[in-house]
């Protein structure tokens, strides 16, 4: 059983940027974030292997946001630039057993509590 608790989030201005950190009990494989609006579904927002060398984003976050971790630590990371309103939701830290980047809610194991992003207009 992996534990997975995120932090980092917080209230911005448009064009603001946060950096959410997600802190593994232990080991991990495949690392992902996702975020969840207010009456809207879970969604997907960037994976990462374990080495760090495969990375997938969501249309939504190229160019903004960059996913990276340090296995030392068993900490992955989601730096976020540019933030706009749209991007208002709680932001969640997922772990999967499995070595295949993917971007599905049920594909992964293991999730944290989430940590709430308000971007201001």
């Known amino acids: 059983q992996v534990q997975l608790v995120e932090s980092g989030g917080g209230s911005v201005q448009a064009g603001g940027s946060l950096r959410l950190s997600c802190a593994a009990s232990?080991?991990?494989?495949?690392m992902g974030w996702f975020r969840q609006a207010s009456e809207k579904g879970r969604e997907f927002v960037a994976a990462?292997?374990?080495?760090?060398?495969?990375?997938n984003y969501a249309d939504s976050a190229k160019g903004r946001f960059t996913i990276a971790r340090d296995n030392a630590k068993n900490t992955v990371y989601l730096q976020m630039n540019s933030l706009k309103p749209e991007d208002t939701a709680v932001y969640y830290c997922?772990?999967?057993?499995?070595?295949?980047?993917?971007?599905?809610?049920?594909?992964?194991?293991?999730w944290g509590q989430g940590t709430q992003v308000i971007v201001s207009s």
């Open positions: 997922a772990a999967r057993i499995g070595v295949v980047l993917t971007n599905t809610v049920p594909s992964y194991d293991y």
């Open positions: 232990g080991r991990t494989s495949v």
């Open positions: 990462i292997s374990r080495s760090g060398g495969s990375t």
